[in-house]
């Protein structure tokens, strides 16, 4: 398949959106803060 | 009657209660979609099912309106309602050819039906705890309690919602009739496996069958779909009745005529019945009528009929009994009415740029938007999706474009993220779209879309098992109800010691709590955030209203009106009782006064 530099944009996004998520709603959900 | 009920039986007998009104349900709506013989045949075989029973539950709730505003809803009366679906729906059964499972569920793989089955299980868990949720307690399930009692559908004028429309809270109300909270609580959760099986069926139409089962997987791993269905609310039931509107609407693709137009306009009128809500979808609709029927008169006079038909009279109620279709709000057209402030406390602005920063704030800090979680898929997968744009079908857009429009409604109207779960079953198909585009495209945009989606579908499972694991012992009956309430639920030990040390005569203000569902009948008990209704609007000062009602008991939290605080310390009043109330992640300290004699 065809090299796209969207690609990657994307595969950061999901993995930059992850792990804010990780950190801004998991862990405080685990610390009872939510 | 305390309608407090849990365990095993309680349980057993509930979900056996369901399932004949289910059945009854699909007698009504097979009937009047089989009377119109409308286009089954575009419909899949479980779609069909699924729109009946959504129907059928819709003119149920019409008929126990009916009964209960002409003051004759009794056990009597509704077990003749649900015999008569009972007997509509042998009647169908009949006729059309008993359908293998295979066939009506399709062929998804069946690792997506057992977490499904698993998900829709723990949910079913969750609802057969003693009501708990805020709102419940305050009117959605307090309001029909009341009826009830009064024997009449009435206007409450003390209360804000009696004249709302209350589509769901008149199945609340049946399963209060027969059974009490876990029964009226089911009635929620049923419309979690409707509203995920809708955008299954329809995806797999649509799009095919492994975009259908992600679609389902997204839309029942959303945290705040999963704690809705467990509570007495009505967002689970609008999401249904929405999507289902959308998706009948976009049958006008495949089927000529006025058809698809009344069957959405039928179930857009159970949406704008279910909550004020409704209205946000019902305009969005209609301006895709008008678009896509190119202004044809017929097409949206027909659709336009057939959602006033189910949908309008709770509005002519309103206008008819208060002088505004939509009290309290828009006091200020009507002259009838109040402000109300339902944006209190939520939302991180407004504007252009909160509005772009929305997805992601919503997302990330459930705090700032009533607490519950989205969850992240939705903001993970749908910007993937946008590389489909251009060559996306007809359909595919019209969808987008609802759920954009949703969203941004909500945004104008009151950034609750439970609010957003009439647009979950939108956002899950563009999710699933972005999902399988990032499959598709393989490598590293593949790797890390899997990768993610997997970890979230797991974390969010394990916040699923987590909030039921507190539920187990009262469900399974460890624990009884009433000591479980006490741990659990911050108004039930104020009112449980009202109602074991206050005598019959003794008139208690609760000026703490707008929890009303536990208040004990038989003691006076005067509901301050009630009576402040008729305050406001005789301007009468919270001291001397005190003064001169002459309360032998008061009950207060530290956030209780600062002057009240201060008539109990300047009036010999003692404190007889108090305790914390703990509900994450806030803590809730309350005193129970006595006068002094």
Redesign the interface.
Same mark, same amino acid.
């Given at each position: *398949?065809k090299f796209?530099w969207?690609? /990657?944009c994307?595969?950061?996004? *999901?993995?930059v959106?992850?792990f804010?998520?990780?950190f801004?709603? /998991?862990f405080p !959900?685990l610390q009872? !803060?939510? | 009657m305390n309608y407090i009920g849990a365990g095993p039986l309680v349980s057993l007998v509930a979900t056996a209660f369901l399932a004949v009104v289910l059945f009854a349900a699909f007698g009504f709506g097979r009937s009047l979609i089989g009377m119109f013989e409308w286009p089954v045949a575009v419909w899949h075989r479980g779609e069909t099912a699924v729109a009946s029973v959504g129907l059928g539950l819709a003119m149920l709730s019409m008929g126990i309106f009916l009964l209960a505003v002409g003051g004759v809803f009794n056990k009597p009366t509704a077990s003749l309602l649900i015999l008569s679906g009972v007997f509509l729906a042998l009647f169908w059964l009949k006729r059309v050819e008993a359908p293998r499972v295979q066939e009506t569920l399709g062929e998804a793989p069946q690792i997506f039906w057992a977490a499904a089955v698993a998900v829709f299980s723990l949910a079913w868990l969750q609802a057969l705890a003693p009501a708990t949720a805020m709102d419940a307690l305050a009117y959605h399930l307090y309001l029909p309690k009341e009826f009830l009692r009064l024997g009449r559908m009435e206007f409450l004028p003390l209360t804000r919602e009696s004249l709302w429309p209350f589509n769901t809270e008149m199945l609340f109300m049946l399963g209060m009739l027969f059974q009490g909270t876990a029964l009226a609580q089911l009635f929620h959760w049923v419309f979690f496996p409707l509203t995920a099986l809708a955008v299954y069926f329809f995806t797999l139409r649509v799009y095919g069958v492994m975009p259908a089962a992600w679609a389902m997987i997204f839309f029942i791993f959303t945290p705040v779909v999963f704690a809705q269905s467990g509570a007495p609310y009505v967002d689970l039931s609008l999401a249904f009745f929405v999507f289902m509107a959308v998706s009948t609407f976009l049958m006008s693709e495949k089927v000529a005529g006025v058809k698809p137009y009344i069957l959405s306009g039928l179930f857009c009128g159970a949406a704008v019945g279910s909550k004020y809500l409704g209205l946000g979808p019902f305009l969005i609709l209609l301006f895709f009528i008008l678009i896509r029927s190119r202004l044809n008169l017929r097409k949206t006079s027909y659709f336009l009929l057939s959602c006033g038909v189910v949908g309008s009279t709770w509005y002519w109620r309103s206008w008819w009994v208060a002088g505004n279709p939509f009290f309290p709000f828009f006091h200020t057209i009507f002259n009838r009415g109040y402000y109300v402030d339902i944006d209190a406390g939520v939302s991180m602005g407004g504007g252009p740029a909160a509005f772009l920063l929305f997805p992601w704030n919503v997302s990330l800090y459930p705090n700032a938007f009533g607490g519950q979680m989205l969850g992240a898929l939705f903001l993970l997968l749908l910007p993937a999706a946008l590389p489909l744009a251009r060559r996306s079908r007809p359909v595919s857009r019209y969808l987008a474009a609802f759920g954009f429009l949703y969203v941004a409604f909500i945004f104008t109207q009151s950034q609750h993220v439970r609010f957003l779960v009439a647009a979950a079953p939108f956002l899950s198909i563009g999710a699933t779209a972005g999902f399988l585009y990032a499959r598709s495209r393989g490598g590293i945009f593949k790797a890390a879309a899997v990768a993610t989606v997997a970890a979230l579908l797991f974390i969010h499972a394990g916040i699923f098992l987590y909030r039921v694991k507190n539920i187990w012992p009262v469900a399974a009956g460890r624990i009884d109800a009433e000591t479980w309430l006490k741990e659990n639920e911050r108004s039930y030990k104020g009112y449980d010691y009202i109602r074991r040390h206050a005598a019959p005569e003794e008139k208690f203000l609760n000026a703490a709590e707008v929890r009303y569902f536990y208040a004990p009948e038989d003691r006076r008990i005067t509901h301050l955030f009630q009576e402040n209704v008729r305050l406001r609007a005789q301007t009468i000062p919270i001291v001397r209203y005190l003064e001169s009602e002459k309360f032998d008991g008061i009950w207060v939290t530290d956030l209780s009106d600062p002057e009240i605080l201060q008539f109990i310390r300047s009036h010999r009043y003692e404190l007889v009782f108090s305790y914390e109330a703990r509900e994450k992640p806030d803590t809730f300290r309350n005193f129970i006064y006595k006068k002094s004699s």
């Open positions: *398949m796209k969207s690609d /990657v994307f595969a950061v996004w *999901m993995v959106v992850f804010a998520y990780l801004l709603v /998991v !959900k009872g !803060k939510i | -």
